[in-house]
């Protein structure tokens, strides 16, 4: 009993050490978890233009809402740490990028007990001056009592422009 015991304190600390790396992308890529937004869609931001010396980032949120569905999501973006903003429902924000590394965050912030199964999505990307980038935060109930998933994904330029086109600008708020 005693060896049983001990095998189980000494595992501890590795199955902690596990944990934490499986954190450490997350924690590089989200913001803190006491930040949320209040958000809509229809907001009045137009459509970006890279700043001189940098790279514009689109996120477009997409929510196949099941026809029984009670909650339109609002989820989070983050940059390389910090929450940028958030969607809502079926809209998209963009943000300007120094050239470089970057580390994209999505997050289901609304009714987290109701969907317990929807964790952060993360991607990466290498920018460069000039260029526009679009991702989707894809969000999909698979059966009307099934499991939610969020998935972050580059899609290529063309897709993209029409994901912007076909959705309207958020309107966020950081909530105080």
């Given at each position: ?9 000494l595992?501890?600390?590795m ?44 996120v ?36 300007s ?6 580390h ?63 959705s309207?600008p ?7």
């Amino acid at each position: 009993m005693r060896i049983i015991l001990a095998v189980v304190l000494l595992s501890l600390p590795m199955l902690a050490a596990d944990r934490a790396w499986e954190m450490a992308p997350v924690k590089a890529a989200c913001g803190p978890d006491d930040v949320k937004f209040s958000a809509s869609s229809g907001g009045k931001q137009s459509a970006g233009q890279p700043d001189p010396g940098k790279a514009l980032v689109y996120v477009v949120e997409q929510f196949e809402s099941p026809t029984n569905a009670l909650v339109t999501p609002t989820v989070r973006v983050g940059l390389d740490g910090a929450w940028v903003g958030a969607n809502y429902g079926t809209s998209y924000l963009f943000v300007s990028v120094e050239p470089g590394e970057h580390h994209l965050c999505s997050d289901w912030q609304s009714f987290p007990p109701l969907v317990p199964d929807v964790q952060a999505s993360l991607a990466g990307l290498t920018a460069q001056a000039g260029r526009t980038y679009y991702f989707r935060a894809h969000i999909v109930q698979h059966s009307s009592t099934g499991p939610w998933t969020l998935d972050l994904e580059r899609v290529n330029d063309d897709e993209g422009q029409l994901l912007v086109d076909t959705s309207q600008p958020s309107d966020y708020r950081q909530k105080k």
